[in-house]
T-cell receptor, first 118, second 112 residues
Framework: GAVVSQHPSWVICKSGTSVKIECRSL??????MFWYRQFPKQSLMLMAT?????????EQGVEKDKFLINHASLTLSTLTVTSAHPEDSSFYIC??????????????FGDGTRLSIL | SQQGEEDPQALSIQEGENATMNCSYK?????LQWYRQNSGRGLVHLIL?????REKHSGRLRVTLDTSKKSSSLLITASRAADTASYFC????????????FGQGTELSVKP
């Protein structure tokens, strides 16, 4: 089955640091990748949709200058949390799909990144 | 914003019993999907049911979809302790570029 690799799985850093999270599709071409944020005991909140070769589409309330997304190839999207602060601490999850296979396809999720800002 | 609502929020059953989780949504959809999440991990896709389908099976899983009521249910039969996880429904609204809107989830605990 389709595999999505997300790295790193855990990050602890000081306030003010910028953190980059990578999301790779290992065995398929991901025309679209999605970035989610999840707080403990809560559901996934879509942050942005990342399309290869174009600018990401951010959901309402998500600061695009805070959460920089780059989708430079069909197998890699990155999320950079700039100047992270404790309130940015969360579980970030990416997913990917190949839209060329049609609309009725599942998304394939990475294992998530636990970000802790001290 | 989240459009899906799930109930119950938490469900605790004994091994061997069946578990039923329900999901409601608000807008028209292309499909509805169910995912499972073990604590601290990513999501695993379970079943996708298209808007023109009413029922779908996969192993011990059975999903129904009622588009007139905008609701879906996930039934896990003969549950096992390993089924303990959070279960989320997610809807794919039409013409939204494939994005998913997740429900609040049901936390299932299966006691051995």
């Amino acid at each position: 089955g389709a595999v999505v690799s997300q790295h790193p799985s855990w990050v602890i850093c000081k306030s003010g640091t910028s953190v980059k999270i990578e999301c790779r599709s290992l065995d398929f071409q991901a025309t679209t990748m999605f970035w989610y944020r999840q707080f403990p005991k809560q559901s996934l909140m879509l942050m942005a949709t990342s399309n290869e070769g174009s600018k990401a589409t951010y959901e309402q309330g998500v600061e695009k200058d805070k959460f920089l997304i780059n989708h430079a190839s069909l197998t890699l999207s990155t999320l950079t949390v700039t100047s992270a602060h404790p309130e940015d601490s969360s579980f970030y999850i990416c997913s990917a799909r190949d839209l060329r296979r049609g609309d009725n396809q599942p998304q394939h999720f990475g294992d998530g990144t636990r970000l802790s800002i001290l | 914003s989240q459009q899906g609502e799930e109930d119950p929020q938490a469900l605790s059953i004994q091994e061997g019993e069946n578990a039923t989780m329900n999901c409601s949504y608000k807008t028209s959809i292309n499909n509805l999907q169910w995912y499972r999440q073990n604590s601290g991990r990513g999501l695993v896709h379970l079943i996708l049911i298209r808007s023109n389908e009413r029922e779908k099976h996969s192993g011990r899983l059975r999903v129904t979809l009622d588009t007139s009521k905008k609701s879906s249910s996930l039934l896990i039969t003969a549950s096992r302790a390993a089924d303990t996880a959070s279960y989320f429904c997610a809807t794919a609204p039409g013409n939204q570029g494939g994005k998913l809107i997740f429900g609040q989830g049901t936390e299932l605990s299966v006691k051995p």
